[in-house]
C-alpha cells in the first residue's frame, strides 16, 4: 500500500529533503515492504492546504503546522505559545510529543480535526537577525523586527521593539526596503530565505524554539483503513525520522548558516549579561502570560495547569536526553518512553 | 430583455458594487499602514490578514455573477469565425450549462467549508492578537452561487431566444 | 504512469477552450475530473473547496488590483494623455515611436511592480487606446503591451525571482541585478520587432504618426507633470525604502486619485468607470487564477514532475542537449500553467541536473523566470494576454491579441537562444557586483 505523502513545504526546507524524502524507504524498511509513499510537493499542496488535503484524503500522511489552524487545535496552539521555554531542539519536540500523545482533549481535538498524530519536531533557539547589532536592551528600541508569532511578539514588545508581522514571501523584500529592521528567526534563514544578504548582525540572545508541529500528521480515513500492524509500522518510521529532521533544523542547518555567515562577513553579537538575564527573566513570566491568554484565547479553562504540565515534560526529557546526541540513539529513547506504551489497535479512534 | 432578467441583472451590479468598497477599503487601508508606519515607527495592527482575508476575498468573488452576465469572462474565441448561427446558439446554450454546474459545484463545496470555518470559528493571528476570518469564508458560495444562477439565467434566456427565432440578447454592457 | 491522464486532461482542456468555454471554467472542470478519476470524489472535492480561497487570501496577489486601480484612474482621468501627447511630438520622426515609447514605459513601471500582471494591466489600460487612435492595427496594439507587460517580472523588483532565489538558495540581489539585463535586452528586442514590421508592414504600424507637428510638443509638456509627479511618487517611495512593491499599488492608485482631484478631473463617472473597470478585471483575472491553481496540483498528482525529471536525467546530457530539454519543457507546460506552479513543479527536478553540469545558478534563474514569462503570452492559458483583453477589450478579440503577441515571441527566442550562448549577457551586472 502506497501512502499519498506530502511535506507541504519547498525542497530547501528539512521537512521535504529530511522528513519527506526518506519516508518511502523507512516505510518499506519497517512494514517489512507491504507499505511504501508516494510523495506529492507544494505544487499540489502547501502547508495553508494541509487541513483540507487531510480531511479529504488528498493527502494521507502529511506535515502540519498547527499554528495555521489555531482554532481548531487549541491545545498544540497552546504548546505553541510556550516557544519562549525552547532551549533544546531534541527535548522541545520529545515534550511536545509526549504532551500530545498522552493527553485526553488533545487527542480528542486532532480526532474532531480528522487526523492522527505521530510526533513533532523543533527548529533551533530563535535569535535576532538585524541590519544594525543588538547588544542592549536600548539597541532593541524602536526596532522593527519581523515576529512568526504571538511569543515573540510579545517578547519584542516588552523591550521597545516593533513587531512586525510579514510573510515568508515578503521577509527579503521587506528587509531590502527598510520596512522592518530584522527578524526574530532561526539563524538557518540567513540561507533559507536568503537574508544573508541583507542582515548584518546576529545576536544570539535565548528566544526560543518553534515547536508546535506535527511531523507526519495522518488522515484518519487512511488509518481507520489500515490494520494495527500497519499503524505501528508507520508510528515507527515517524518515530525513526522525526530526531533526525529536528538534527536537520534545530543544529545543522543553524550551523552551516552561522559558518556561511561568518564567511559573509556577518558579525555575532555576544548580549550584554543584562539583556540576557533580562530575556531569561521574561521567558519565566511568559509562562504565566500564556496560562492566562490561553483560557480566553484557545476556550482552554485549565490552561494553567496545561502549562504546568508542559513545564513538567520539559524539565522531564532535558533529563532523559541529556548527553544523548545521536538522533538515532533519541529515536530509541522516545520510541521506548512514549510509542511503545501506545495500544495502536485503539490509538487514533 | 425580459423583466426578471433585468431585475437579476440590477442585483448583480449592486452586489458587484460593493465588492468597490472592497477595493478602495484595500487602498486606504494600506496608505494608511505605509503612513502610520512612517510617522510613528509602528505598523497598524493585522493589516496583511485584513487585506489578504477580507478585501481580497470581496473583490474576487461579488462581481462574479456580473462578469457572467455581461459576458466578460475571458474565453478563447478562435473557432468562433467558424460557427454557423445555429451551431453557435447551440454551443452557447451548452457553455452556459457546463459553466452552471462548475459553478454550483463550487458554490456547494465552499459551503460546506464556510459552515466548517462557522464551526470551529477559525481565526489567525496577527502577532499577538487574534483576527477572526471565519466570516470571509462565506464569500465564496455567495458569489460562485450568483454566477451559477447568472449562467442558469442565461442558458434559460438563450434557450427561450432560440425558439422565438431571435438571438438572445446576453446582459447589458 | 498516471501522467498519461496529464495528457489527457490537457487534451480535454484544448477541446472545451474551443468550444468557448470560459479559460477558469474549463481549467476548473478539468482538474475536477481529472482528480476524481486519479484519487476519487472526496480528494477531488477537496482541492474543490480550499483552492478558491487558498488562491485569494493572499497578500502579495493585492498588489494587483491596486496596480489595475492606478492604470483606471489615471486614464479616465486623462493623467496619461499629456505624457502621450508628448511622447508624439519628441518620437513623430521615429518608426513606430508610440509602440517604442511604451515598450520602454513597460520597463519603467516594471521597476516599481513585482509582476508582469500589474505591469501590464496599468499599462495596458494607459497606451493601447493611445496606438489604436493613431492608427496601429489593435491586435498589435494590445500585443505590444501583452508582451512589454512581461518586463514587469524580469526588471527587479520581481515576485519570480524572490522565489526562484529562494527555492535555488542562491543570491536573490544577483538573480535581480541578471534580470536587469535580461529585461533590457527583451525591450531592445521588442523595439527592434517594432521597427521591422513598420518597415514592412506600413499598414500595422504606420511609419509617421498623422497630425503632429515636431514644434507642438511644448504645450503637450505642460499637461504631463500629473505623470511625472505619480512615476516620482511611486519610485522615490519605493526607493527611499517608505513601501514595498506590493504596498506600491495601493499608494499609486491613491496618488493617482489625488492628483486628478488637484487637476479637477476627478468626476463621479470617473470614479465610478474606474472601479466598474477594476472590479471587471480583478474578478475575471482571478477566477481564471483559481483555475490555474487547481489545474497545476491535478498536473502534480499525475506526476508530472518525475516525468520531467525522467527526462533530463536520462543519459549523459551535453550543454546544449539539457537546455534544449529544458527549454522545450517551460515552453510547453508555460502553454497552460501559471507560473508560480510550473516553477514548483520544475525545479525540484531541474536544479539537480542543472548543478551536475556546473551551471551558474544564478545564470539559470534569470533564464527560468524568461522562459516563465513567455508563457504568460503563450496560447492558450496567457495571463498577460487575458488581462489586456480585459483592460481593451474594446478594441479586440483574446484570439487577436495572441496573433499581436506573435512577433514578440520570436524576439523572446532570439533573446533565449542569446542567453543560453552567451551566458556573459545575463552575467554582467551581477559580476560588476563581484
Ligand atoms: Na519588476
Ligand atoms: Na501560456
Same mark, same amino acid.
Not at chain 3, 531541474?350 to 553540469?357: G, N
Not at chain 3, 503563450?378 to 494576454?385: A, D, H, M, Q, S
Given at each position: 500500500?502506497?501512502?499519498?505523502?506530502?511535506? @507541504?513545504?519547498?525542497?530547501? =526546507?528539512?521537512?521535504?529533503?529530511?522528513?519527506?524524502?526518506?519516508?518511502?524507504?523507512?516505510?518499506?524498511?519497517?512494514? @517489512?515492504?507491504?507499505?511504501?509513499?508516494?510523495?506529492? @510537493?507544494?505544487?499540489?499542496?502547501?502547508?495553508?492546504?494541509?487541513?483540507?488535503?487531510?480531511?479529504?484524503?488528498?493527502?494521507?500522511?502529511?506535515?502540519?503546522?498547527?499554528?495555521?489552524?489555531?482554532?481548531?487545535?487549541?491545545?498544540?496552539?497552546?504548546?505553541?505559545?510556550?516557544?519562549?521555554?525552547?532551549?533544546?531542539?531534541?527535548?522541545?519536540?520529545?515534550?511536545?510529543?509526549?504532551?500530545?500523545?498522552? #493527553?485526553?482533549? #488533545?487527542?480528542?481535538?486532532?480526532?474532531?480535526?480528522?487526523?492522527?498524530?505521530?510526533?513533532?519536531?523543533?527548529?533551533?533557539?530563535?535569535?535576532?537577525?538585524?541590519?544594525?547589532?543588538?547588544?542592549?536592551?536600548?539597541?532593541?528600541?524602536?526596532?522593527?523586527?519581523?515576529?512568526?508569532?504571538?511569543?515573540?511578539?510579545?517578547?519584542?514588545?516588552?523591550?521597545?521593539?516593533?513587531?512586525?508581522?510579514?510573510?515568508?514571501?515578503?521577509?527579503?523584500?521587506?528587509?531590502?526596503?527598510?520596512?522592518?529592521?530584522?527578524?526574530?528567526?532561526?539563524?538557518?534563514?540567513?540561507?533559507?530565505?536568503?537574508?544573508?544578504?541583507?542582515?548584518?548582525?546576529?545576536?544570539?540572545?535565548?528566544?526560543?524554539?518553534? =515547536?508546535?508541529?506535527?511531523?507526519?500528521?495522518?488522515?484518519?480515513?487512511?488509518?481507520?483503513?489500515?490494520?494495527? $500492524?500497519?499503524?505501528?509500522?508507520?508510528?515507527?518510521?515517524?518515530?525513526?525520522?522525526?530526531?533526525?529532521?529536528? =538534527?536537520?533544523?534545530? &543544529?545543522?542547518?543553524?550551523?552551516?548558516?552561522?559558518?556561511?555567515?561568518? &564567511?559573509?562577513?556577518?558579525?555575532?553579537?555576544?548580549?550584554?549579561?543584562?539583556?540576557?538575564?533580562?530575556?531569561?527573566?521574561?521567558?519565566?513570566?511568559?509562562?504565566?502570560?500564556?496560562?492566562?491568554?490561553?483560557?480566553?484565547?484557545? @476556550?482552554?479553562?485549565?490552561?494553567?495547569?496545561?502549562?504546568?504540565?508542559?513545564?513538567?515534560?520539559?524539565?522531564?526529557?532535558?533529563?532523559?536526553?541529556?548527553?544523548?546526541? $545521536?538522533?538515532?540513539?533519541?529515536? &530509541?529513547?522516545?520510541?521506548?518512553?512514549?510509542?511503545? &506504551?501506545? $495500544?495502536?489497535?485503539?490509538?487514533?479512534? | 430583455?425580459?423583466?426578471?432578467? +433585468?431585475?437579476?441583472?440590477?442585483?448583480?451590479?449592486?452586489?458587484?458594487?460593493?465588492?468597490?468598497?472592497?477595493?478602495?477599503?484595500?487602498?486606504?487601508?494600506?496608505?494608511?499602514?505605509?503612513?502610520?508606519?512612517?510617522?510613528?515607527?509602528?505598523?497598524?495592527?493585522?493589516?496583511?490578514?485584513?487585506?489578504?482575508?477580507?478585501?481580497?476575498?470581496?473583490?474576487?468573488?461579488?462581481?462574479?455573477?456580473?462578469?457572467?452576465?455581461?459576458?466578460?469572462?475571458?474565453?478563447?474565441?478562435?473557432?468562433?469565425?467558424?460557427?454557423?448561427?445555429?451551431?453557435?446558439?447551440?454551443?452557447?446554450?451548452?457553455?452556459?450549462?457546463?459553466?452552471?454546474?462548475?459553478?454550483?459545484?463550487?458554490?456547494?463545496?465552499?459551503?460546506?467549508?464556510?459552515?466548517?470555518?462557522?464551526?470551529? +470559528?477559525?481565526?489567525?493571528?496577527?502577532?499577538?492578537?487574534?483576527?477572526?476570518?471565519?466570516?470571509?469564508?462565506?464569500?465564496?458560495?455567495? +458569489?460562485?452561487?450568483?454566477?451559477?444562477?447568472?449562467?442558469?439565467?442565461?442558458?434559460?434566456?438563450?434557450?427561450?431566444?432560440?425558439?422565438?427565432?431571435?438571438?438572445?440578447?446576453?446582459?447589458?454592457? | 504512469?498516471?501522467?498519461? %491522464?496529464?495528457?489527457?486532461?490537457?487534451?480535454?482542456?484544448?477541446?472545451?477552450?474551443?468550444?468557448?468555454?470560459?479559460?477558469?471554467?474549463?481549467?476548473?472542470?478539468?482538474?475536477?475530473?481529472?482528480?476524481?478519476?486519479?484519487?476519487?470524489?472526496?480528494?477531488?472535492?477537496?482541492?474543490?473547496?480550499?483552492?478558491?480561497?487558498?488562491?485569494?487570501?493572499?497578500?502579495?496577489?493585492?498588489? *494587483?488590483?491596486?496596480?489595475?486601480?492606478?492604470?483606471?484612474?489615471?486614464?479616465?482621468?486623462?493623467?496619461?494623455?499629456?505624457?502621450?501627447?508628448?511622447?508624439?511630438?519628441?518620437?513623430?520622426?521615429?518608426?513606430?515611436?508610440?509602440?517604442?515609447?511604451?515598450?520602454?514605459?513597460?520597463?519603467?513601471?516594471?521597476?516599481?511592480?513585482?509582476?508582469?500582471?500589474?505591469?501590464?494591466?496599468?499599462?495596458?489600460?494607459?497606451?493601447?487606446?493611445?496606438?489604436?487612435?493613431?492608427?496601429?492595427?489593435?491586435? %498589435?496594439?494590445?500585443?505590444?503591451?501583452?508582451?512589454?507587460?512581461?518586463?514587469?517580472?524580469?526588471?527587479?523588483?520581481?515576485?519570480?525571482?524572490?522565489?526562484?532565489?529562494?527555492?535555488?538558495?542562491?543570491?536573490?540581489?544577483?538573480?535581480?541585478?541578471?534580470?536587469?539585463?535580461?529585461?533590457?535586452?527583451?525591450?531592445?528586442?521588442?523595439?527592434?520587432?517594432?521597427? %521591422?514590421?513598420?518597415?514592412?508592414?506600413?499598414?500595422?504600424?504606420?511609419?509617421?504618426?498623422?497630425?503632429?507637428?515636431?514644434?507642438?510638443?511644448?504645450?503637450?509638456?505642460?499637461?504631463?507633470?500629473?505623470?511625472?509627479?505619480?512615476?516620482?511618487?511611486?519610485?522615490?517611495?519605493?526607493?527611499?525604502?517608505?513601501?514595498?512593491?506590493?504596498?506600491?499599488?495601493?499608494?499609486?492608485?491613491?496618488?493617482?486619485?489625488?492628483?486628478?482631484?488637484?487637476?479637477?478631473?476627478?468626476?463621479?463617472?470617473?470614479?465610478?468607470?474606474?472601479?466598474?473597470?477594476?472590479?471587471?478585471?480583478?474578478?475575471?483575472?482571478?477566477?481564471?487564477?483559481?483555475?490555474?491553481?487547481?489545474?497545476?496540483?491535478?498536473?502534480? *498528482?499525475?506526476?508530472?514532475?518525475?516525468?520531467?525529471?525522467?527526462?533530463?536525467?536520462?543519459?549523459?546530457?551535453?550543454?546544449?542537449?539539457?537546455?534544449?530539454?529544458?527549454?522545450?519543457?517551460?515552453?510547453?507546460?508555460?502553454?497552460?500553467?501559471?507560473?508560480?506552479?510550473?516553477?514548483?513543479?520544475?525545479?525540484?527536478?531541474?536544479?539537480?541536473?542543472?548543478?551536475?553540469?556546473?551551471?551558474?545558478?544564478?545564470?539559470?534563474?534569470?533564464?527560468?523566470?524568461?522562459?516563465?514569462?513567455?508563457?504568460?503570452?503563450?496560447?492558450?492559458?496567457?495571463?498577460?494576454?487575458?488581462?489586456?483583453?480585459?483592460?481593451?477589450?474594446?478594441?479586440?478579440?483574446?484570439?487577436?491579441?495572441?496573433?499581436?503577441?506573435?512577433?514578440?515571441? *520570436?524576439?523572446?527566442?532570439?533573446? %533565449?537562444?542569446?542567453?543560453?550562448?552567451?551566458?556573459?549577457?545575463?552575467?554582467?551586472?551581477?559580476?560588476?557586483?563581484?
Amino acid at each position: 500500500r502506497a501512502l499519498r505523502a506530502a511535506p @507541504g513545504a519547498p525542497p530547501a =526546507h528539512p521537512s521535504n529533503g529530511y522528513l519527506y524524502a526518506p519516508l518511502p524507504k523507512i516505510l518499506e524498511e519497517e512494514s @517489512g515492504g507491504t507499505m511504501s509513499a508516494t510523495i506529492l @510537493g507544494p505544487e499540489v499542496v502547501t502547508l495553508g492546504q494541509m487541513k483540507d488535503a487531510l480531511q479529504s484524503q488528498l493527502v494521507e500522511v502529511g506535515n502540519m503546522l498547527p499554528l495555521y489552524f489555531p482554532a481548531d487545535l487549541p491545545n498544540m496552539a497552546l504548546a505553541g505559545e510556550l516557544a519562549l521555554s525552547g532551549r533544546d531542539p531534541q527535548v522541545m519536540a520529545a515534550a511536545m510529543t509526549e504532551y500530545m500523545v498522552f #493527553c485526553d482533549s #488533545c487527542q480528542k481535538e486532532l480526532g474532531n480535526f480528522g487526523v492522527v498524530y505521530l510526533g513533532s519536531g523543533s527548529s533551533d533557539v530563535y535569535a535576532l537577525l538585524t541590519k544594525t547589532p543588538v547588544k542592549t536592551a536600548e539597541d532593541l528600541k524602536g526596532l522593527r523586527l519581523r515576529s512568526g508569532g504571538a511569543p515573540f511578539s510579545r517578547w519584542a514588545e516588552h523591550f521597545g521593539a516593533v513587531p512586525a508581522s510579514v510573510s515568508v514571501n515578503d521577509q527579503f523584500e521587506a528587509m531590502s526596503q527598510g520596512v522592518i529592521d530584522g527578524s526574530i528567526a532561526s539563524v538557518a534563514d540567513l540561507l533559507s530565505f536568503r537574508l544573508i544578504e541583507l542582515a548584518k548582525s546576529v545576536t544570539v540572545l535565548p528566544l526560543g524554539t518553534y =515547536h508546535a508541529t506535527s511531523d507526519f500528521t495522518v488522515s484518519k480515513l487512511a488509518w481507520d483503513q489500515m490494520s494495527v $500492524d500497519e499503524r505501528k509500522a508507520l508510528a515507527r518510521s515517524a518515530n525513526r525520522l522525526n530526531p533526525l529532521f529536528t =538534527h536537520r533544523w534545530g &543544529k545543522e542547518m543553524p550551523a552551516e548558516a552561522s559558518d556561511a555567515a561568518k &564567511k559573509a562577513g556577518i558579525t555575532f553579537v555576544e548580549p550584554d549579561p543584562a539583556l540576557l538575564q533580562a530575556t531569561e527573566a521574561f521567558a519565566e513570566a511568559d509562562k504565566q502570560t500564556v496560562g492566562e491568554v490561553s483560557v480566553e484565547r484557545f @476556550g482552554l479553562a485549565d490552561a494553567p495547569a496545561r502549562v504546568a504540565r508542559f513545564d513538567g515534560l520539559v524539565d522531564k526529557w532535558a533529563g532523559l536526553l541529556a548527553g544523548v546526541t $545521536d538522533p538515532v540513539d533519541i529515536a &530509541k529513547v522516545l520510541q521506548a518512553e512514549i510509542w511503545d &506504551k501506545v $495500544d495502536f489497535a485503539s490509538y487514533g479512534d | 430583455m425580459p423583466i426578471q432578467i +433585468g431585475f437579476a441583472d440590477r442585483v448583480f451590479r449592486l452586489i458587484a458594487l460593493l465588492a468597490s468598497i472592497g477595493i478602495i477599503a484595500m487602498m486606504i487601508h494600506v496608505c494608511a499602514d505605509v503612513i502610520w508606519r512612517t510617522v510613528s515607527g509602528r505598523p497598524l495592527p493585522a493589516t496583511v490578514e485584513i487585506v489578504s482575508r477580507y478585501y481580497m476575498v470581496f473583490v474576487a468573488f461579488l462581481p462574479l455573477a456580473w462578469v457572467e452576465q455581461r459576458r466578460a469572462m475571458i474565453s478563447v474565441e478562435i473557432a468562433e469565425g467558424f460557427m454557423t448561427t445555429p451551431v453557435r446558439v447551440f454551443s452557447d446554450i451548452a457553455v452556459a450549462l457546463f459553466s452552471c454546474a462548475v459553478y454550483a459545484v463550487m458554490t456547494w463545496t465552499t459551503w460546506e467549508m464556510a459552515l466548517k470555518n462557522y464551526a470551529t +470559528g477559525t481565526f489567525v493571528m496577527a502577532l499577538n492578537q487574534q483576527v477572526p476570518v471565519w466570516p470571509s469564508y462565506f464569500l465564496p458560495p455567495f +458569489g460562485f452561487g450568483l454566477a451559477a444562477f447568472a449562467t442558469a439565467l442565461r442558458g434559460v434566456d438563450i434557450i427561450r431566444g432560440a425558439f422565438r427565432g431571435q438571438p438572445a440578447t446576453g446582459g447589458t454592457e | 504512469m498516471s501522467v498519461e %491522464v496529464g495528457f489527457y486532461g490537457v487534451g480535454i482542456l484544448m477541446i472545451l477552450l474551443l468550444l468557448r468555454v470560459p479559460v477558469a471554467l474549463a481549467l476548473i472542470g478539468v482538474s475536477f475530473g481529472g482528480i476524481t478519476w486519479l484519487l476519487g470524489l472526496t480528494p477531488a472535492l477537496g482541492i474543490v473547496s480550499n483552492t478558491p480561497y487558498s488562491f485569494v487570501a493572499s497578500w502579495t496577489m493585492s498588489a *494587483v488590483p491596486m496596480f489595475v486601480l492606478m492604470g483606471f484612474v489615471s486614464f479616465h482621468a486623462g493623467l496619461t494623455g499629456g505624457l502621450f501627447e508628448a511622447a508624439k511630438s519628441v518620437l513623430a520622426r521615429v518608426p513606430g515611436g508610440l509602440a517604442i515609447s511604451s515598450i520602454f514605459a513597460c520597463s519603467g513601471f516594471a521597476a516599481v511592480s513585482g509582476s508582469s500582471l500589474a505591469c501590464a494591466a496599468a499599462m495596458g489600460r494607459i497606451a493601447i487606446p493611445e496606438m489604436v487612435a493613431a492608427g496601429y492595427r489593435p491586435s %498589435v496594439a494590445a500585443g505590444t503591451i501583452a508582451a512589454g507587460g512581461t518586463i514587469g517580472a524580469l526588471i527587479p523588483p520581481s515576485i519570480l525571482m524572490i522565489v526562484y532565489g529562494v527555492f535555488a538558495e542562491t543570491s536573490v540581489t544577483e538573480v535581480f541585478l541578471g534580470g536587469i539585463g535580461i529585461g533590457l535586452l527583451t525591450a531592445v528586442s521588442y523595439s527592434l520587432i517594432v521597427v %521591422v514590421i513598420c518597415l514592412f508592414r506600413p499598414d500595422i504600424i504606420p511609419r509617421r504618426l498623422e497630425g503632429v507637428s515636431a514644434g507642438g510638443g511644448l504645450a503637450a509638456i505642460a499637461q504631463i507633470w500629473p505623470t511625472l509627479v505619480l512615476i516620482g511618487l511611486v519610485f522615490g517611495g519605493l526607493f527611499s525604502g517608505l513601501f514595498t512593491a506590493t504596498e506600491a499599488g495601493a499608494v499609486g492608485a491613491l496618488g493617482a486619485i489625488a492628483l486628478s482631484a488637484l487637476t479637477g478631473r476627478l468626476t463621479r463617472k470617473v470614479m465610478r468607470d474606474s472601479l466598474v473597470e477594476t472590479l471587471a478585471t480583478c474578478a475575471s483575472l482571478f477566477i481564471i487564477g483559481i483555475g490555474a491553481a487547481m489545474f497545476t496540483r491535478f498536473l502534480g *498528482v499525475t506526476g508530472l514532475s518525475s516525468f520531467i525529471s525522467y527526462a533530463v536525467s536520462g543519459a549523459d546530457l551535453s550543454y546544449l542537449q539539457l537546455m534544449a530539454i529544458i527549454v522545450f519543457v517551460y515552453i510547453v507546460i508555460g502553454t497552460f500553467m501559471e507560473p508560480f506552479g510550473a516553477m514548483l513543479i520544475t525545479l525540484p527536478v531541474l536544479l539537480p541536473a542543472v548543478e551536475a553540469q556546473g551551471l551558474n545558478l544564478v545564470w539559470f534563474g534569470v533564464l527560468v523566470v524568461k522562459l516563465l514569462e513567455i508563457g504568460m503570452i503563450t496560447p492558450p492559458v496567457g495571463l498577460n494576454v487575458f488581462v489586456i483583453h480585459s483592460v481593451a477589450g474594446r478594441h479586440v478579440s483574446v484570439a487577436q491579441i495572441f496573433m499581436g503577441v506573435l512577433p514578440f515571441l *520570436v524576439a523572446d527566442f532570439i533573446v %533565449v537562444a542569446l542567453a543560453v550562448l552567451v551566458p556573459g549577457l545575463v552575467l554582467f551586472f551581477p559580476m560588476l557586483l563581484q
